[in-house]
């Protein structure tokens, strides 16, 4: 798949399952991706004055951890229509504005937010590299991007774990209730393709970042990659 047809097929994927997302987020993690954005905002030492940039937002779940953080000013960022339309109706209280854009384009000035977060998008971005280098124009000088993705396991009992319910259970229950088969096909080709073939380290560095910094959480299960400008 090109890059034209990974966008075009990554909006029209989103915008589709966009009414079930969340409910199959929460679901299908057993509730546990709210822990992982509120531990990957503690980890970047998130402060209450910081000025947040959320891309591949979603329906909005790290912003709304973010706003209880003390954060007042945020901008959501998506290429998906649908996801927007709920993040907005979940966010009336943000200081700030919801904005259908890819990643590799932000149309924010330089040197503007303090933050940026990407919870489990990365992944989706068409071109990882010119969003990164996109990421760092926009960053204000020491600010931080925090990613949030998957991440396959080392300890081979859990991979094949993950293996059988990421190829197998998941796709099902995606399948019968979100009604998009592709949708979560693509979650578990898209996860193992990108843990073989992308290296956020290195794609950071090369953008401008420094400090680049890696945890793993839940046996492996995700990272949080936090870099600073």
């Not at 700030?96 to 854009?101: E, F, L, S």
């Not at 019968?176 to 290195?202: G, M, Q, R, W």
């Amino acid at each position: 798949m090109n890059p034209i047809e990974k966008k075009n097929e990554v909006r029209r994927m989103f915008d589709s399952i966009a009414h079930k997302y969340d409910f199959l987020n929460h679901f299908l993690s057993a509730g546990i991706d709210i822990y992982w954005r509120r531990k990957a905002l503690r980890l970047t030492k998130l402060s209450s004055d910081a000025f947040l940039l959320d891309v591949a937002c979603g329906t909005g779940d790290f912003a709304i951890e973010a706003r209880k953080f003390g954060v007042n000013k945020i901008i959501g960022a998506d290429f998906s229509f649908n996801m927007l339309k709920l993040f907005n109706k979940k966010s009336r209280w943000i200081n700030g504005m919801n904005i259908q854009v890819a990643a590799e384009f932000l149309p924010i000035k330089n040197n503007q937010v303090t933050n940026i977060t990407v919870a489990f998008g990365v992944r989706n971005f068409y071109d990882i590299q010119l969003a990164f280098h996109s990421f760092n124009r926009v960053l204000s000088k020491n600010g931080k991007v925090t990613i949030l993705e998957f991440s396959m396991p080392k300890n081979i009992f859990v991979k094949l774990l993950y293996r059988l319910y990421f190829h197998s259970i998941l796709p099902l229950i995606g399948k019968i209730i979100s009604k998009d088969k592709s949708a979560y096909t693509y979650l578990p080709e898209s996860v193992e393709d990108f843990d073989k073939n992308v290296d956020l380290e290195k794609l950071l560095s090369t953008a401008g970042f420094r400090k680049v910094e890696k945890h793993f959480l839940t046996f492996g299960l995700v990272q949080v990659v936090i870099a600073a400008k």
